[in-house]
């Protein structure tokens, strides 16, 4: 999965300001792309306006979520991908990049 996000000429930035949202993660290689990453213990009241202002800067918009919410994550905008992991944190899946 690492070489599907980005490559060695990647530039990686965390904790990224953006407005009035904070990225987790934002790469630029050509493509900018945005992570936004959720826990069981995350409330979603935020999520909404942060993948607004997220649209708007970057390529590709990615929430990342544990396998036993995703349903609750796919309900949001259609452009964003969902990627899932697991309780043990080994495995991550791309679920939906729509």
Known sequence: MIKEIGNR????????????????LAIFNGVS???EI???LDKEYRLSKQLEV????FNEVY???PQENVL????Y????AIISYDSEM???RVKERR
């Open 72 to 75: 609750q994550y796919m309900k």
């Open 33 to 35: 792309k945005v992570f």
């Open 38 to 40: 959720k826990t069981i």
């Open 9 to 24: 000429h990647s530039v990686i930035f965390n904790e990224m300001r953006l407005g009035g949202a904070t990225a987790d």
């Open 90 to 92: 080994t495995e991550f």
């Open 54 to 57: 997220y649209k708007k800067i």
């Open 77 to 80: 905008d259609s452009n964003v």
């Open 63 to 65: 929430v990342i979520v």
